[in-house]
């Protein structure tokens, strides 16, 4: 046992007792007083926190939230909002009506080595259940020359579908398929497109690339649109969006931000086979005139002035010495038809050009019910939503004069099937 001398004993007391003085001086110069926060309340109080961060900085709130679980306590649950209202809007859209949007598939007929026909994977796109009796919405060019087609809904259920009508002019067609009678189907609500503003927010439903129901959303970048499709027809008043579309988008639905359909998605402009952010959309007003002639007739109505008129070019005007460098010069009228008995002229003078006969010295054709027509396309797209046995206004040119002449259209299949 080690002794300590009374020196010794003494020096340890006095130090002891300098620790126990500096101990009770330090705990008594805390203070354990409530504080006041800057809203008025003390940190201690229910229902606020002294350091609770704005709603506003999600970072900051789950710093809190880490740092202190107990503050959530404090945390009104109204405060902390999962998705902005945009992303909700974009949510709630595509869980209502992405079952309303089919894939479609098709079968081609190929010839094989041995010159047997054989079934073939054809195209697939998009469409959209517009009718709860199992009527389909969609692009002609996605069914078109196909042998067989088939709907895919979104509970991965199949049917084979059957072409009631196409109108390959505005690219359109409508399918239909036999649902079962338990199965409740979702349809797409048809809006209108009459009254678009470029700059309103727009949603493409799709199966891009087989992907299927894929959401994009965009503006609307443009209206009017007249665009050229590879059957060299004009489609007017397209709608551009940059909302992305690409390969099997088509015939899917363009959206506005109430969940109605605006268009038709239709093609895209791309140098490189994707999404460059330049969609185009058939008008659903166009849509919604012809749907219901194609489901009744299959096919849609048109109206024709009944004359055979030519596409003016320049070795024409050369050789005729026509008045104008456009325009469509009147070759024949039919015998007693409409155009002849309205005073439309024809030619007189036949002259061979290539393997046809064109006759010479008639009326050209400038203007087709307010719209210019300078080549046969927009012959085609002043007509389009005309119909047999309406009058419309013709603007002629004769003999370096203009005048307008009313003419009643005829049928157009038949005149054009002669």
């Given at each position: 046992m080690k002794l300590y001398s009374r020196g010794q004993v003494f020096l340890f007391s006095i130090l002891s007792g300098l620790v126990v003085l500096l101990f009770v001086l330090g705990f008594g110069l805390l203070d354990f007083s409530p504080k006041k926060t800057e809203a008025g309340g003390t940190a201690g109080e229910t229902g606020t926190a002294a350091a609770v961060p704005d709603r506003a900085d999600p970072l900051a709130v789950a710093g809190l939230l880490q740092s202190n679980p107990a503050s959530a306590l404090s945390l009104n649950t109204a405060d902390i909002v999962p998705y902005a209202e945009d992303e909700r809007e974009n949510i709630s859209i595509?869980?209502?009506?992405?079952?309303?949007?089919?894939?479609?598939?098709?079968e081609r007929v190929a010839i094989n080595w041995f010159l047997e026909p054989v079934p073939q994977e054809g195209s697939s796109g998009s469409g959209s259940i517009i009718d709860?009796?199992?009527?389909?919405?969609?692009?002609?060019?996605?069914?078109?020359?196909?042998?067989?087609?088939?709907?895919n809904l979104a509970d991965g259920s199949q049917f084979e579908g059957s072409v009631v009508g196409t109108d390959p002019e505005n690219d359109i067609a409508v399918l239909k398929f036999e649902p079962p009678g338990d199965m409740?189907?979702?349809?797409?609500?048809?809006?209108?497109?009459?009254?678009?503003?470029?700059?309103?927010?727009?949603?493409?439903?799709?199966?891009?690339f087989a992907l299927e129901r894929t959401l994009t959303v965009g503006i609307v970048s443009g209206l009017g649109r007249p665009i050229q499709t590879s059957r060299n027809n004009i489609i007017r008043d397209m709608i551009q969006t940059d909302a992305s579309i690409n390969p099997g988008n088509s015939g899917g639905p363009l959206?506005?931000?109430?969940?109605?359909?605006?268009?038709?998605?239709?093609?895209?402009?791309?140098?490189?086979?994707?999404?460059?952010?330049?969609?185009?959309?058939?008008?659903?007003?166009?849509?919604?005139?012809?749907?219901?002639?194609?489901?009744?007739?299959?096919?849609?109505?048109?109206?024709w002035i009944d004359a055979t008129v030519v596409q003016i070019f320049p070795a024409l005007v050369r050789y005729a010495e026509l008045p104008v460098e456009s325009g469509l010069l009147v070759s024949r009228?039919?015998?007693?038809?409409?155009?002849?008995?309205?005073?439309?002229?024809q030619g007189t003078n036949p002259v061979r050009y290539g393997s046809s006969v064109i006759y010479l010295g008639g009326d050209i054709i400038s203007s087709v019910d307010g719209m210019k027509t300078n080549t046969?396309?927009?012959?085609?797209?002043?007509?389009e939503d005309n119909k047999p046995g309406e009058k419309i206004a013709v603007e002629i040119i004769r003999g370096g004069r203009i005048s307008t002449l009313e003419i009643a259209l005829a049928d157009r299949e038949e005149i054009l099937s002669r």
């Open positions: 595509y869980e209502q009506l992405n079952v309303a949007v089919v894939n479609i598939t098709t709860i009796r199992g009527y389909v919405l969609t692009n002609n060019h996605v069914i078109e020359n196909a042998y067989r087609v088939y709907i409740d189907l979702r349809t797409i609500p048809l809006g209108d497109s009459g009254g678009l503003k470029v700059g309103q927010k727009v949603l493409a439903i799709g199966n891009p959206l506005d931000a109430q969940g109605r359909m605006i268009g038709v998605n239709t093609m895209i402009y791309s140098p490189s086979g994707g999404s460059v952010g330049i969609g185009f959309a058939v008008p659903v007003n166009t849509a919604k005139r012809v749907v219901a002639e194609l489901i009744q007739y299959g096919k849609v109505r048109r109206g009228t039919k015998r007693n038809g409409f155009a002849e008995k309205a005073g439309l002229r046969l396309a927009d012959l085609y797209s002043a007509l």
